[in-house]
């Protein structure tokens, strides 16, 4: 039916015998297997949101697993013998790392800024500057997060240029949170303005109104030395004096699916006495990996969290590493042709808009077929290879690609010739 539907629409350009034993045989794997399956990200976007976000390491996993095989003290105190909380397995470890007096986890930074807004904000306004009223990926969008929390949403300022009078003069006997958020996905530059933290922090100590940062993507480390500036570890923002904090736990932190929300210990406190908390708290499994992550972080060993060892890898290594890949994949003559050329690794994720890290890729054309057909083909190998295909040419970044893969990726090229 597939092949009989896609002949009519024009979509499938081979229906040779081959090819449609070829598809036959995916089809009948596929419906006999798991339809979650891992692969090959050559496309050098470090947290592809489409392709899982941030891999773990099979080190963090392994504490994961005894957890998971046994039973745990998930909520129950060792010392006293009696019912314990949850987030004690995370609250010492963000102590530590950024210096917040209590800290609890739903299951995205999404749920983290919903709950704290209903928390903290039901039935009073909330203060926004225009330049902030974000829409990320599936479709979140402030304004309409802010409708379901329950808080009224009250925009300042302008989309490029929001000064700290404008807070000043919108806040009424109503307001309740002094919100900022980061802008994920996007970059305003040029004429622009917006107060410091400090300025916001201020001025809600002043009028005696918490002060909320939704820092998105969220990272531990300074990245300043691969060039991202516009990341500021989390820890900053409470230094600062901002009452609370979320962000997420796979993008640049490089754990699992979570929503981190750290601050003061009154604020959190009451984040998480909020009936919806129960609703969106996460299980054994993420408390488990999110340690193991936290761990690594506190031990600075970051080559345990493959997300940082991509971000931190440089354009020589990765150079060394496609030549070496190249040695392995033998051509003819006259038929596959591989070549290492400069190019451009990004984050992805909706973090560090506007920002590359240089790489180097391996270029991958054919004599006889085209970038379009040697996609397909690498698309269709076990597992799937998915690279970047430019100006007829596919294009794969190592830097993505996970070392124990590298094999892998050299028997897909080769069966390209």
């Given at each position: ?22 598809r ?7 419906a ?127 989309t ?5 009078s ?28 917006k ?57 640049l ?81 006259e038929?596959?042709?591989l ?26 054309s ?52």
């Amino acid at each position: 039916h597939e092949i009989r539907e896609g002949k009519g629409a024009g979509s499938i350009s081979d229906l040779a015998p081959a090819a449609v034993e070829h598809r036959i045989e995916r089809a009948v794997e596929a419906a006999a297997g798991y339809s979650l399956q891992p692969v090959i990200n050559a496309t050098g976007v470090i947290l592809h949101t489409n392709l899982g976000r941030a891999p773990l390491s099979a080190e963090m996993l392994e504490h994961a697993a005894e957890i998971a095989t046994q039973y745990s003290n998930l909520e129950f105190d060792l010392a006293t013998a009696s019912r314990g909380e949850r987030d004690v397995h995370i609250a010492g470890a963000l102590s530590e790392l950024l210096g917040a007096e209590a800290a609890i986890v739903v299951n995205n930074n999404a749920a983290a800024v919903l709950l704290t807004l209903n928390a903290l904000a039901e039935g009073g306004e909330v203060i926004v500057s225009r330049g902030e009223l974000i829409e990320i990926g599936g479709s979140f969008r402030i304004p309409e997060i802010m409708q379901k929390s329950g808080a009224v949403l009250r925009e300042v300022g302008t989309t490029n240029r929001t000064r700290i009078s404008d807070y000043r003069r919108a806040i009424n006997e109503n307001t309740r949170l002094l919100l900022r958020v980061h802008p994920s996905n996007f970059r305003i530059m040029g004429f622009t303005e917006k107060p410091s933290l400090e300025e916001l922090v201020a001025l809600g100590r002043e009028k005696s109104i918490p002060v909320f940062e939704d820092l998105g993507s969220g990272c531990l480390v300074s990245l300043a030395a691969q060039g991202i500036r516009d990341e500021v570890p989390a820890g900053q923002s409470l230094a600062a004096g901002v009452d609370v904090i979320s962000f997420s736990g796979d993008k640049l932190l490089g754990g699992p699916q979570a929503g981190v929300i750290a601050g003061k210990k009154e604020i959190v406190s009451r984040i998480r006495r909020n009936p919806l908390f129960r609703a969106l708290r996460v299980d054994k499994l993420t408390y488990a990996i999110l340690e193991s992550t936290f761990l690594a972080y506190r031990q600075e060993q970051y080559h345990r969290v493959p997300t940082l060892r991509m971000i931190q890898m440089t354009a020589v290594e990765i150079d060394e590493r496609a030549r070496q890949l190249i040695e392995k994949v033998p051509s003819r003559k006259e038929g596959l042709r591989l070549e290492v050329v400069d190019g451009e690794s990004v984050i992805g994720g909706g973090s560090a808009p506007g920002y590359s890290i240089p790489t180097r890729l391996i270029a991958v054309s054919h004599a006889t077929q085209g970038a379009a057909a040697l996609g397909n083909k690498l698309l269709a190998s076990r597992p799937p290879v998915i690279a970047r295909v430019e100006a007829d040419t596919v294009l794969l970044d190592l830097r993505t690609v996970l070392p124990h893969q590298e094999a892998v990726l050299a028997d897909a090229l080769r069966a390209l010739d």
